[in-house]
């Protein structure tokens, strides 16, 4: 039995424990995915990536919904797409971390808020709270220290809260990561196949 997508990805990126070791010295064909995708998340660590259109965020739901409707009624399987499992794997591969990327901004922007902001008491000046509870982490330092942060940051504070509030866009932890686990096979597909498609026209 081979590493599914998942465990890859959580290797890939450090997160899964050393578990996985015995099968990598013995399995080749999981090494060689392991190696391809590392390859991979390494290049797409280093795209700039650009700010998507806020026409892309107002309609991704709708693209989405409407090209599942539209792929039930297209035949099934792998042949009838035209796809083999090099096309299949490549596409994961590819297309998985810009989701991911996609993903944490949409949540980034959504949820990095000061108390201020948001109408609320909560942390002192400068340190995050999570939960109402403050973290104690210097937020103002880590943005400064990381160039990514600073993006979010400044993607964040281009948005009007007022209006962000308004129209019921607030999310708790994690919320965009559980959207996307609840999402069938065919809609997550979708989803990876409209962002690169997003991607590529920038």
């Given at each position: ?157 281009e948005l009007d809260w007022d209006d962000v509030v308004g129209a019921g866009l607030t999310t708790s932890s994690w919320s965009v990561d559980r959207v996307v686990l609840e ?20």
């Amino acid at each position: 039995m081979h590493l599914n997508e998942g465990q890859l990805i959580d290797l890939a990126e450090g997160t899964r424990p050393e578990s996985a070791e015995p099968h990598l010295a013995s399995c080749a064909r999981c090494r060689a995915e392991l190696s391809e995708l590392r390859a991979v998340m390494s290049v797409a660590a280093g795209v700039e990536v650009p700010e998507p259109s806020p026409l892309f965020w107002d309609h991704l739901s709708m693209r989405v919904h409407d090209a599942v409707a539209a792929e039930a009624t297209r035949p099934r399987g792998s042949a009838a797409l035209g796809l083999g499992r090099a096309s299949s794997l490549w596409s994961w591969r590819v297309l998985l971390p810009a989701a991911a990327l996609a993903a944490l901004v949409a949540a980034a922007a959504v949820s990095i808020r000061s108390p201020s902001d948001m109408g609320g008491g909560g942390s002192p000046a400068g340190t995050a709270s999570i939960g109402g509870v403050d973290s104690g982490v210097d937020v103002a330092r880590l943005v400064d220290d990381d160039p990514l942060l600073s993006l979010l940051a400044d993607l964040a504070g281009e948005l009007d809260w007022d209006d962000v509030v308004g129209a019921g866009l607030t999310t708790s932890s994690w919320s965009v990561d559980r959207v996307v686990l609840e999402m069938s096979a065919d809609e997550r597909r979708e989803l990876r196949r409209i962002l690169s498609e997003e991607l590529t026209k920038s």
